[in-house]
């Protein structure tokens, strides 16, 4: 246990996640929330006022439709102002390559897809390495692959949309993150790759036939099939490899637990929990012992009230997770500032430790207190007596 948190590269245990989605969604629409949220131009502020949630880690993203608009031709400007300002205030980014977006020419189905993310990695670890030769560098080369399958492979929610075609397109996404791994690797051996898959649990319905308790085996099985193929277990010919599995990062939310076929979900608050429901700590633990790699939550929140219940409720098993000396290495409040839908851009989730002002130029941040009050006390006596051991 010591050694793993001595060897921890993250600067902070508590984190926060800034959404970066530049995906195409369901109306075929553009949408960029990083500057839509006031992020991007509100960088410098949000960083400070982490500090007092002793938060000094942070997910972000480059944007990929914006960085590359011709094909093989990189602007890097916009990735530059956030690597300064990061720099400037002593915040260590974590760098999504592909948070749900691809360029206007580019879905995974394209034949071109793995050749020019993996060109794009490539560039992205040169260009960093350039003006950074000697700091750490962790990368999510593409964000939630199990879920942008689905959204785009499946339901019609993304590019490519699609039908019955999730198979496919999470096999044409993995090709291109093996690759993107690969290429990184041969500019840099020291970049730390960190997977965000969705962490669930898929049940069957109460008095379930023998065949829906299968169906529901087999499609929570289903959940690992991404790292699977990054590790070479599965689909092999991708080329995957277990060197390739480091930080294993894990997005958990209020929904994550649900019946099959999407009929109802389990709720997490019950006083009497629904006998189906599992702790967080026994679906992290469950997640540590299949690849015995260090864990991250990389994403997690709650919308609107229950905010504050929510985080005291990770915190605690988080901590459940550590005493069983499981490698657990960070906790991402994500998103840390309120986002939008992204299908209906007028609706706001209200899931943030900060609110957004939508209507406020520059957009204004409002600390929801109930929240950053659950968050300190949830911090100092769950997490943080735990991370002092040296």
């Not at 906790?331 to 309120?338: A, G, H, K, T």
């Not at 941040?365 to 997490?383: F, I, M």
Request: proline share 7%; net charge negative.
């Amino acid at each position: 246990m010591e050694n793993s948190l001595r060897s921890n590269p993250f600067q902070s245990f508590w984190w926060a996640g800034f959404e970066c989605t530049d995906q195409l969604n369901c109306f075929g629409n553009r949408v960029d929330l990083l500057t839509v949220t006031g992020h991007f131009q509100e960088i410098e502020a949000d960083y400070q006022r982490l500090s007092p949630f002793n938060i000094r880690t942070v997910r972000e993203g480059i944007r990929w439709s914006q960085v590359e608009k011709r094909a093989y031709q990189y602007n890097w400007r916009p990735v530059e102002e956030m690597l300064a300002a990061g720099h400037r205030l002593e915040i260590q980014q974590v760098w999504d390559l592909c948070h749900f977006g691809f360029p206007d020419d580019l879905t995974p189905l394209h034949p071109m897809f793995a050749r020019r993310f993996a060109a794009l990695c490539r560039s992205f670890v040169q260009y960093y390495r350039d003006r950074y030769p000697d700091e750490a560098l962790i990368v999510t080369p593409i964000n939630e692959v199990s879920f942008i399958s689905w959204l785009g492979g499946d339901v019609r929610g993304t590019a490519p949309y699609c039908t019955r075609q999730g198979w496919e397109v999470k096999l044409g996404l993995m090709r291109a993150y093996i690759e993107g791994v690969a290429a990184m690797r041969e500019i840099d051996p020291t970049v730390r790759i960190l997977t965000t898959e969705p962490l669930v649990q898929i049940v069957p319905p109460l008095g379930a036939t023998p065949e829906q308790i299968i169906d529901a085996a087999v499609t929570d099985e289903n959940q690992f099939q991404a790292v699977d193929m990054l590790a070479g277990y599965i689909a092999p010919e991708l080329g995957g490899s277990p060197d390739y599995l480091d930080i294993l990062g894990y997005n958990y939310y209020y929904n994550n637990q649900w019946v099959l076929d999407y009929n109802s979900f389990l709720p997490w608050g019950d006083p009497i929990p629904d006998p189906r429901w599992l702790p967080l700590r026994k679906l992290l633990m469950k997640a540590y012992r299949r690849y015995k790699k260090p864990i991250a939550l990389t994403e997690t929140s709650h919308s609107g009230e229950h905010r504050p219940q929510w985080i005291s409720m990770i915190a605690q098993e988080c901590a459940a997770v550590i005493q069983a000396e499981v490698p657990l290495w960070g906790v991402c409040l994500y998103p840390i500032i309120d986002r939008p839908d992204w299908d209906h851009l007028d609706h706001w989730h209200h899931s943030g430790l900060w609110d957004t002002d939508s209507a406020a130029q520059p957009f204004s941040r409002v600390l929801h207190q109930p929240y950053a009050d659950a968050l300190l006390e949830a911090q100092w006596k769950y997490t943080m007596p735990l991370q002092s051991v040296d």
